[in-house]
């Protein structure tokens, strides 16, 4: 019903920059809130950022000042850009989105997930 695709993940040296996209498609009525969440190895999947239905966005500690979650005008896409990267950024990025279906039902989806490495 609804799909998310991710891109933009890759290798990039400490101090470098990355810009993962993601795409929402499908039976979207309104979308809530979409943000991402990345997972490193033998750790828990953490959120990063989020972007409301008003723009309002949140990051967690680890990264403000550094991402910036942006979106473009249809409200159907996705950005974070990652600056300054350093290698405890190595993880899995995935995508998530809380939508409203054109049924009425609200569900949360997930995109397949991006990776991004950060070493020298």
């Known amino acids: 019903q609804v799909q998310l695709v991710e891109s933009g993940g890759g290798l990039v040296q400490p101090g470098g920059s990355l810009r993962l996209s993601c795409a929402a498609s499908?039976?979207?009525?309104?979308?809530?809130?979409m943000g991402w969440y990345r997972q490193a190895p033998g750790k828990q999947r953490e959120l990063v950022a989020t972007i409301t239905r008003g723009g309002n966005t949140d990051y967690a500690d680890s990264v403000k000042g550094r991402f910036t979650i942006s979106r473009d005008n249809t409200k159907t896409t996705v950005y974070l850009q990652m600056n300054s990267l350093k290698p405890e950024d190595t993880a899995v990025y995935y995508c998530?989105?809380?939508?409203?279906?054109?049924?009425?039902?609200?569900?949360?989806?997930w995109g397949q997930g991006t990776q991004a490495t950060v070493s020298s």
């Open positions: 998530n989105a809380n939508v409203i279906i054109y049924s009425g039902r609200t569900s949360t989806y």
């Open positions: 499908g039976s979207i009525l309104s979308i809530n809130f």
